[in-house]
């Protein structure tokens, strides 16, 4: 994170550094240049890519720029007067700035030091790069997340649960502060004596809508706050609980504690952050709170009271929540968490200066099966995801389901619904949805084919029901539609500091060529999938809404790379050539039986031409395998391939092995096994040649560790639906890779 405070004399240059840097990426990004991802060619030419921006205000900014009065950059050694200008003018700038490529964001300064447990050892100047750690500065802290939805499995929360949750993750968190390794002395130093931790929450957006809730409403905003101000009241509870058990300080911990003392207190001047300013200034101190037994931090004891004045604020604030529009339990487990809290730490202290921030969890959301990270809501119902490696996944949102059955859908009518949202990523228009349903599916983008979307108030609110009961700060991206303007984003800035949040970061949609995320059927995501193919963006048409879905044909390159694979289906042999794309991809089928008539020659040539025909449209391999895989006609029969087993048609055989290698991981491989080799070429045609194909010979058998990681999955055989005897008519039943019959014990093949 690189911050620069609103009043340095480098500020307006400060603002415009990324802005001018993005013109250039979309610059060589129009001149053919991939510009796909942060690591592309456009993008790893240009400056300032490394890190977030943010610019630091304090109140009398943004007072200014309500005002409409002039703010003036100060020297940074004496703070003499540098420039002067119209506040409102710098949010304009900064605004715009934002509006280009999304840097910088926003950090309030005197809002962060208000909400400050330490401020007699010093002022918070900057953060984390994601925006959700604020502390001293040199100090460090570790972060865990819950999985929101995990707690509510059948509509209704379980607030025990979550508070154990919370007690086992805050004791693992603070054991981890003497067990962690770091970088510096200093911020070696801080952690022990402040020991701050970083307890959070993903899948909230999933959570509210399995609720039925909203993200954009007051009941919605209501619940998460419950929510948040259990997981943070009860962290603070168990730190103080900690406090309590622990050992007496050791004696490196008294002389830590009292070398602070000293540091802090013996000059008889603190460091507090004024209400007005959010800047140190000089007062006389107190005397050092009274030394307790026990094991709360050693910054407690020279912070007692102003960590005791936030605890007090944290504890208010659960009054702001309508009690009315959240479950009983839920809002009174909220107000006890907060009074065992404060009056277990006035007697106790506590362990950790800090306990909760709210992390974005974009990596970690994937491995907790999370659908939406952080407070976010949903981007879009479906969405894909550009890999930094290369290519895109889509993901669909799984808890749309849970949703209708909350609100009263039967299974047939949540079928159909999720069914035209995966065909159209919208749920608008869905049979059987009811209009006053719709805004609990509302998401961050508006979809190509719908227009209902959370505005940047519904994201600014929430936030701000949040806020109150997180230690550190909030990492969320107020997500604006692409025809947002300016002035849209220099109010989001606005609102988000009367709300009383911390930072806030902007993002319009499409102000980036390398956007990791895209709502399904946006031009930002049809574009990415057709430049993979085409490798240049095309012009975008504007979409007709109400015309028939079209697509677009990527036909492969005139000489392209294929591989041909010989098959055996009972006495019935064939030829399979798949045409590739560069990327190694399908894009094309021939199929070719040895010894069939022209019949059924024909027919398998017509179903290669219509298959290769829907590849190249963007119809998913994957689909096609799961349609034909295991449809029984005959002929049928043992294959000869261990993989495959007993074939129980050639479509079967046929879609099974392209299933096997190009969506398990083999196609990795597939060269390399497949490559011709001189001691392999046989001075004999083969069948297949002399009926005018030229198959490539098989690999070699691998020597031993050489085998590749897909290959684990050549024990596993697809079960499929066993088929009758021949001789008696019962059903068998898998054994090997074979079937076997129970009845009379006739076999399909080998066992």
Known sequence: MVILNV????????????????????ALVSLGYDGSHPDSDAYSSIFFQNANNSVRVTDDFMYAVVRDTDFSTKKVQDGSVMKTYKAKYLL????????????????????????????????????NPCSEYMFLDDSACNLASLNLLKFAPNGTFDVEA???????????????????????ESIMRNSHDYRPLGLGYANLGALLMAAGLPYDSDAGRDYAACVTAIMCGEAYLQSSKIAEQCEPLTPATEATKKNLAETNL??????VGTAALGRPTEQSSAAPAQTMPGGACPGWYINREPFLDVIRMHRASVNNINKTNVPTALYESSKQCWDEA??????????????????????????????????????????????????????????????LFKLGYDHDQANAIVSYIDATGTIEGAPAIKDDHLAVFDCSFKPAKGTRSIAYMGHLRMMAAAQPFISGAISKTVNLPENASVEDIMEAYLQAWKLGLKAVAVYRDGCKKSQPLSAAGTKTANSSKEDSRA????PHEEENLNAPPRAVRHKLQEERASITHKFKVGDHEGYITVGLYPDGEPGELFITMAKEGSTVSGLMDSFALATSIALQHGVPLKLFCEKFAHTRFEPSGWSGNPDIGYAKSIMDYIFRWLQLRFLTGQQQMLFENLRLRPSTLSSQPSEGEMNGVEPKLESRNPKPGSLHAADALAGIIDLGDAPTCSFCGSIMTRNGSCYRCGSCGSTSGCS
């Open 7 to 26: 009043d340095h004399p480098d500020i307006v240059e400060f603002i415009e550094c990324k802005q001018k840097e993005e013109a250039k990426a979309h």
């Open 92 to 127: 304009q700038k900064l605004s715009e700035a934002t509006w280009h490529c999304g840097d910088p964001g926003m950090q309030y300064d005197t809002t962060v030091n208000r909400w400050h447990t330490s401020k007699n050892t010093a002022r918070i100047n900057a953060s």
């Open 162 to 184: 979550y508070r154990h949750a919370v007690d086992v993750l805050i004791t693992a968190q603070e054991i981890l502060v003497d067990n962690a390794g770091y970088p510096t």
């Open 266 to 271: 013996g000059s008889g001047v603190t460091h």
């Open 342 to 403: 404060l009056a277990h730490g006035e007697k106790h202290g506590y362990r950790n200066s800090q306990v909760t921030v709210l992390a974005p969890t974009g990596t970690i959301g994937f491995m907790m099966d999370c659908d939406t990270t952080g407070v976010e809501p949903d981007l879009a119902l479906v969405k894909y995801k550009k890999l930094v490696g290369g290519g895109m996944i889509k993901i669909v949102n799984n808890t749309v389901p849970t949703a």
């Open 535 to 538: 490798g240049v963006s095309a």
